[in-house]
């Protein structure tokens, strides 16, 4: 029996392996297309975060003394410095040549104008006027930082001027007028006080941790199914199965030895998922960025070793409750083209009840949670979502259910597989064709 | 004791009789041929023997054993090659024989190998993968692996189907030294009477699922007074009604 098992595992690990069709979606989307998409993305934060450091050119055209007083400011230069952000004087130039200069220049990020009439405005308790130009090369990225840094620029100067305005009326501490109130906002989870880590920066982050948890779970389910539902029909569609049946060997190691061969396979193929995702997701965030605050979350919403064995045998199980019913489905299939059509009528309910359980079903006050807990698709996610959570009870309970539904369900393929239903039953799914 | 002993069976799919009362023997190192028109229950008989299918109704027994009780161990002494059989197109010729043989029973799994390498006559194609192979060489191969495990009942269902006529004679030269050196019976469906003739020591002709005649082709051609097995085939379906 383990010999023949081990055969027919390896004849279904080089067929897989060779077919072009299938290495696509295992290798070439993961570990090529999404790094690539990654490397990317990190080039494009790279040149934002460069483009946001750089110099900002001033003409001021003041007649009073408000203008220059706020832009020598001391604490305004400190407020630059601390941006990035490097002031260029432009003196004895007019507007029109400072804009060329700005246009010609590819070193200033935008050009700030205080005009003649700043300080009457102020003196006369009018809104004062500045203007604010900025030249784009190209779209994208670099407007949007160049956007960001002249607006940072712009409320440093409003902040400082409507400091030294108050100053002016007598206030020893301005800051205190200006901005009376200083917020620290901390989140409690699971007994845990994360101190000044707002609520819904915290939820975000474990939204995103939820989200790729699943997308993960759901992509080894999909590419597994799909392995299995391929290597069934095709045995049909290669006209191997009649031989294959007449074998001395029984029909439980035949099945047994193609859900071993998809899963080993699926584990690769999900591993490499998780490579290339983790790649594309850590681009967004470059490590030198990662607050203090990201990291407490993070190890809060780590999952300890237990947590980790008892989610690992629960995918497990699921995994090959899910391939049994996939074994049965793609069993009644004429060819592979069927197969895939029918899995996917099947599956597309149960993958979104799966999604929307990665948000919601955590809960175990929803009324979603067991139902979907004992549905061999959608139990892996929530899963994931109660072992994050650090709730094992509801998971081991149900890989009990688990279990007896693999058994059941393994022995309804290797029944079908032992009749001969198996070679009679035909189900033929193809889209229908344009005349 | 008999290959094969069929008494009649009878095999019905939902409201079609596929098999109806059909019963045959066939002796150890005897080629018994399943001749018919398309439809006459020749893949469903063969099926049967091969344990892929059950009889409705009637006795089915290979060497002794019985085709619904003692199907695994039928399985061990028979080797089956459906009419349209394909293989492992990702595969290379020697891989596919390799992993037919470790499931086939056999305790010399390399010997096996090389036996079906030298009957397919496939030489180094052997080492390329089957989607390269043309529709002969896979026949080939595919007669070769159901020859390969020595098996005392050889079940093949139209072995020259799609090959020219270089390859037919080769597969038929292959079948009949097999049944010569080891002694083993074979039953073989056809609608080549020139293979019937060549390879068979007796046939059956049937037709909507009866049997219409039986004999060796010498004494068919006899009774029905014919110079070659066609004629007989033709004059026996004619005979029975359904093609006049």
């Given at each position: 029996m383990a010999k023949e098992l081990l055969e027919v595992v390896k004849k279904e690990l080089k067929e897989i392996a060779r077919d072009p069709r299938l290495l696509l979606g295992v290798l070439l989307v993961p570990l090529i297309i999404l790094p690539v998409m990654g490397l990317a993305m990190r080039g494009a934060m790279?040149?934002?975060?460069?483009?946001?450091?750089?110099?900002?050119?001033?003409?001021?055209?003041?007649r009073g003394g408000w203008g220059s007083r706020v832009l020598e400011d001391a604490r305004f230069r400190e407020g630059l410095a601390e941006l990035g952000v490097e002031l260029i004087e432009l003196r004895g130039v007019t507007l029109s040549e400072a804009l060329s200069m700005l246009e010609s220049n590819t070193t200033l990020s935008a050009l700030l104008v205080v005009p003649e009439n700043f300080t009457e405005s102020i003196v006369n308790m009018d809104r004062a006027k500045v203007e604010v130009y900025v030249s784009l090369k190209s779209i994208g990225l670099a407007g949007m930082s160049k956007g960001a840094t002249i607006g940072s620029v712009v409320d440093l100067l409003k902040h400082r001027l409507s400091e030294l305005l108050v100053a002016d009326l007598g206030g020893s501490r301005p800051s205190f007028f200006v901005d009376p109130l200083e917020p620290i906002v901390s989140t409690i989870y699971r007994g845990r006080t994360l101190r000044g880590v707002r609520p819904e920066a915290f939820a975000g982050l474990a939204s995103s941790q939820a989200f790729t948890i699943s997308f993960v779970m759901l992509?080894?389910?999909?590419?597994?199914?799909?392995?299995?539902?391929?290597s069934i029909a095709s045995e049909r569609e290669q006209k191997t199965l009649e031989a294959l049946l007449t074998l001395p060997v029984s029909r439980a190691?035949?099945?047994?030895?193609?859900?071993?061969?998809?899963?080993?396979?699926?584990?690769?193929?999900?591993?490499?998922?998780?490579?290339?995702?983790?790649?594309?997701?850590?681009?967004?965030?470059?490590?030198?960025?990662?607050?203090?605050?990201?990291?407490?979350?993070?190890?809060?919403?780590?999952?300890?070793?237990?947590?980790?064995?008892?989610?690992?045998?629960?995918?497990?199980?699921?995994?090959?409750?899910?391939?049994?019913?996939?074994?049965?489905?793609?069993?009644?299939?004429?060819?592979?083209?069927?197969?895939?059509?029918?899995?996917?009528?099947?599956?597309?309910?149960?993958?979104?009840?799966?999604?929307?359980?990665?948000?919601?079903?955590?809960?175990l006050r929803s009324p979603l949670t067991w139902p979907l807990l004992i549905v061999p698709f959608t139990n892996p996610v929530v899963s994931a979502m109660l072992v994050i959570n650090g709730t094992y009870l509801p998971v081991a309970l149900s890989m009990v259910a688990l279990l007896v539904e693999t058994a059941a369900f393994i022995y309804l393929a290797a029944s079908f597989y032992s009749s001969e239903k198996v070679l009679v039953v035909r189900l033929k799914l193809r889209p229908r064709r344009e005349a | 004791m008999d290959a094969v002993d069929v008494r009649d069976l009878v095999k019905v799919f939902k409201r079609v009789v596929a098999v109806d009362h059909?019963?045959?023997?066939?002796?150890?190192?005897?080629?018994?041929?399943?001749?018919?028109?398309?439809?006459?229950?020749?893949?469903?008989?063969?099926?049967?023997?091969?344990?892929?299918?059950?009889?409705?109704?009637?006795?089915?027994?290979?060497?002794?054993?019985?085709?619904?009780?003692?199907?695994?161990?039928?399985?061990?002494?028979?080797s089956y090659l459906p009419e349209e059989a394909g293989a492992y197109n990702n595969l290379t010729g020697l891989e596919f024989l390799r992993f037919m043989a470790s499931l086939s029973g056999v305790e010399d799994v390399e010997g096996a190998?090389?036996?079906?390498?030298?009957?397919?006559?496939?030489?180094?194609?052997?080492?390329?993968?089957?989607?390269?192979?043309?529709?002969?060489?896979?026949?080939?191969?595919?007669?070769?692996r159901a020859l390969m495990s020595r098996p005392r009942l050889a079940i093949l269902d139209e072995p020259t189907s799609g090959l020219d006529v270089v390859s037919a004679a080769s597969v038929r030269e292959v079948i009949r030294s097999y049944v010569e050196s080891e002694r083993a019976a074979v039953v073989v469906s056809s609608h080549n009477m020139l293979e019937v003739e060549y390879l068979c020591d007796r046939v059956v002709v049937m037709d909507k699922g009866r049997k219409l005649v039986e004999g060796s082709p010498k004494e068919l051609k006899e009774r029905f007074r014919a110079s070659n097995l066609e004629e007989v085939f033709v004059a026996a379906v004619r005979g029975h009604g359904s093609h006049g």
């Amino acid at each position: 029996m383990a010999k023949e098992l081990l055969e027919v595992v390896k004849k279904e690990l080089k067929e897989i392996a060779r077919d072009p069709r299938l290495l696509l979606g295992v290798l070439l989307v993961p570990l090529i297309i999404l790094p690539v998409m990654g490397l990317a993305m990190r080039g494009a934060m790279e040149t934002f975060t460069a483009e946001r450091r750089g110099y900002v050119a001033v003409l001021c055209l003041d007649r009073g003394g408000w203008g220059s007083r706020v832009l020598e400011d001391a604490r305004f230069r400190e407020g630059l410095a601390e941006l990035g952000v490097e002031l260029i004087e432009l003196r004895g130039v007019t507007l029109s040549e400072a804009l060329s200069m700005l246009e010609s220049n590819t070193t200033l990020s935008a050009l700030l104008v205080v005009p003649e009439n700043f300080t009457e405005s102020i003196v006369n308790m009018d809104r004062a006027k500045v203007e604010v130009y900025v030249s784009l090369k190209s779209i994208g990225l670099a407007g949007m930082s160049k956007g960001a840094t002249i607006g940072s620029v712009v409320d440093l100067l409003k902040h400082r001027l409507s400091e030294l305005l108050v100053a002016d009326l007598g206030g020893s501490r301005p800051s205190f007028f200006v901005d009376p109130l200083e917020p620290i906002v901390s989140t409690i989870y699971r007994g845990r006080t994360l101190r000044g880590v707002r609520p819904e920066a915290f939820a975000g982050l474990a939204s995103s941790q939820a989200f790729t948890i699943s997308f993960v779970m759901l992509a080894l389910l999909v590419l597994a199914s799909q392995l299995v539902a391929t290597s069934i029909a095709s045995e049909r569609e290669q006209k191997t199965l009649e031989a294959l049946l007449t074998l001395p060997v029984s029909r439980a190691t035949i099945i047994a030895g193609k859900l071993v061969g998809a899963m080993i396979v699926s584990v690769i193929g999900a591993a490499g998922f998780m490579l290339g995702l983790s790649f594309y997701m850590s681009s967004f965030i470059p490590p030198e960025a990662a607050s203090e605050a990201a990291r407490a979350v993070s190890a809060v919403l780590s999952i300890p070793v237990e947590g980790y064995v008892l989610l690992a045998s629960s995918v497990l199980l699921s995994l090959v409750a899910s391939l049994s019913i996939v074994v049965l489905l793609a069993s009644l299939a004429e060819d592979v083209r069927s197969a895939q059509t029918l899995l996917s009528l099947v599956f597309i309910p149960l993958f979104l009840a799966a999604l929307v359980a990665a948000f919601t079903a955590a809960d175990l006050r929803s009324p979603l949670t067991w139902p979907l807990l004992i549905v061999p698709f959608t139990n892996p996610v929530v899963s994931a979502m109660l072992v994050i959570n650090g709730t094992y009870l509801p998971v081991a309970l149900s890989m009990v259910a688990l279990l007896v539904e693999t058994a059941a369900f393994i022995y309804l393929a290797a029944s079908f597989y032992s009749s001969e239903k198996v070679l009679v039953v035909r189900l033929k799914l193809r889209p229908r064709r344009e005349a | 004791m008999d290959a094969v002993d069929v008494r009649d069976l009878v095999k019905v799919f939902k409201r079609v009789v596929a098999v109806d009362h059909l019963s045959f023997n066939v002796k150890q190192g005897e080629v018994f041929g399943l001749i018919g028109p398309n439809g006459a229950g020749k893949t469903t008989t063969l099926r049967v023997l091969a344990t892929l299918i059950r009889p409705s109704s009637g006795s089915v027994k290979v060497y002794g054993l019985d085709v619904v009780r003692e199907a695994p161990a039928i399985r061990r002494i028979i080797s089956y090659l459906p009419e349209e059989a394909g293989a492992y197109n990702n595969l290379t010729g020697l891989e596919f024989l390799r992993f037919m043989a470790s499931l086939s029973g056999v305790e010399d799994v390399e010997g096996a190998v090389a036996r079906a390498a030298e009957l397919s006559g496939l030489g180094t194609r052997l080492r390329d993968k089957i989607k390269t192979y043309s529709k002969g060489m896979k026949r080939r191969l595919l007669v070769a692996r159901a020859l390969m495990s020595r098996p005392r009942l050889a079940i093949l269902d139209e072995p020259t189907s799609g090959l020219d006529v270089v390859s037919a004679a080769s597969v038929r030269e292959v079948i009949r030294s097999y049944v010569e050196s080891e002694r083993a019976a074979v039953v073989v469906s056809s609608h080549n009477m020139l293979e019937v003739e060549y390879l068979c020591d007796r046939v059956v002709v049937m037709d909507k699922g009866r049997k219409l005649v039986e004999g060796s082709p010498k004494e068919l051609k006899e009774r029905f007074r014919a110079s070659n097995l066609e004629e007989v085939f033709v004059a026996a379906v004619r005979g029975h009604g359904s093609h006049g």
